[in-house]
């Protein structure tokens, strides 16, 4: 009993913050804490405001992206990947990495900086050179200092890399979610 009044009195506070108030706890940009609510209420609401702000933040991000890599032709960015000796490494068998190559279809020709890490030869996931790195995840972008990000990246993501590997931009893009897990080396004993 002690319950449903307990709900209904959280429902009257719902209630009061969409017509008292004008304020609602369905459109968390309108909610202002109440001096009344508990500071568990207040926490738990500022907490999905903030999640909600950041999500609405990447997904403005990856529209910039997006629209960003259009404005990128594929050869540009092949000849960059060459000057700064950086390679995209994959393997035949990852959906992801087969996105990230054909990425590059149009500059086919100049696109030489492409490791393939299967192992087809030894019959294992990936051949010994993708294992010596210790790669967590393909497809994975390096270059010559050993600085990586891992999974699929558009373009301009690819561009930001590069960029930041040369100190013009201040930070390296975010991780995609978007790769293949590779199992942890083996440690021989």
Sequence with gaps: MARRYIAMGVGVIAMAG???FGQSVFFPDAIQPDKRWSPQVIEAVEA??????EQQEKEEMKKKLLDDSK?????DITKELSKQHVFIYGADWCPHCKAQKALFAE??????????????????LINEECMKKQFTALPTIENKDGKRVTGKLELAEIKQFL??????????????????????PKKHE
Excluded: M, W
Excluded at 108 to 124: E, H, I, L, P, T
Excluded at 170 to 176: H, L, M, Y
């Design 18 to 20: 969409i017509v008292g």
């Design 48 to 53: 999905k405001h903030k999640e909600k702000r």
């Design 71 to 75: 404005s990128i032709h594929p050869s």
């Design 107 to 124: 500059a086919q020709a100049q696109f030489n900086n492409y490791v393939d890490c299967s192992g087809r030869k030894s019959g294992d």
């Design 163 to 184: 960029e930041f590997t040369e100190g013009t931009a201040t930070k390296p893009p975010n991780e995609s979610t978007a790769s293949c897990k590779l199992p942890k």
